[in-house]
């Protein structure tokens, strides 16, 4: 996943302006590859713009009260995704299916002033932490958080070699709490907590938190998830 994640995005060359894709029920994290699928005016013209440039897409959380002004600038929340488009496909009624790969976790910054039909913003790229102090607990949170995977793993198996992988690899703890944090389900604020975490072993402790308080499968959800429409 590293070596693709460089083949598609070069921290050397990012402005620090994104186009930004607000939903009212998705968080995207990095490392997972999420379809969507897009028919709004304003967002068609956000892909077709993204795919003669850089390929990169935002994604952002809208806050709370968003349908009282959706088709205009609702709040968002601050902590977001980045992400490349990997592949498209253009429908006969103008509509696009898309898969978007989770790249960076970001801070919005601020909204520009309009100068297109779709929203964009300044952010600042936020990259994970591993203190120091806290090394001693991170083999007990790989343990742990790879035994919640291997929980999930009988319920899907159409998740196939992409677990497998996961799970026979030497897979770094934030890639962990990313996957594990996209499957669960858990209310939308709450991937967003997760989302916003930076440290990786407190982001780990907080998922723990939440799948132990779900019962048993019913804690995930589909994995991989199906289209998300705007």
């Given amino acids: 996943m590293a070596a693709f994640e460089e ?36 967002y068609r013209a956000m892909l077709e713009d993204a795919l003669a440039g850089d390929r990169l897409i935002t994604m952002a959380l809208l806050a709370p009260g968003w349908e009282r002004d959706y088709e205009g600038r609702p709040l968002w929340y601050p902590a977001a995704c980045l992400g490349c488009v990997t592949t498209s496909c ?32 300044k952010v600042e790229i936020c990259e994970d932490v591993y203190p120091l102090q806290e090394s001693p607990c991170h083999a007990a949170l ?13 319920s899907l ?30 209310p939308l604020e709450r991937k967003h907590a997760l ?6 072993y407190r982001r780990a402790e907080m998922l723990l938190e939440q799948i132990a308080s779900l019962p048993g499968n019913r804690a995930y959800g589909r994995f991989p998830p199906l289209f998300s429409s705007n």
């Fill in 142 to 154: 790989q343990r742990r958080l790879r035994e919640a995977l291997l929980q999930i793993v009988p």
């Fill in 195 to 200: 989302l916003a975490e930076t440290n990786v």
């Fill in 7 to 42: 083949l598609t995005f070069s921290i050397e060359s990012f402005t620090g302006t994104v186009r930004v894709f607000p939903l009212p029920n998705l968080v995207l994290f990095p490392h997972v590859m999420q379809p969507l699928h897009i028919f709004e005016p304003r």
């Fill in 157 to 186: 198996p159409e998740v196939g070699e992409q677990l497998d992988q996961l799970l026979d690899g030497d897979v770094p703890l934030g890639l962990l709490t990313d996957v594990l944090g996209y499957m669960v389900d858990i």
């Fill in 90 to 121: 253009r429908l006969a009624d103008g509509t696009y299916n898309l898969l978007l790969l989770g790249l960076k976790r970001v801070k919005l910054l601020g909204e520009l002033a309009p100068r297109s039909a779709f929203r964009e913003a």
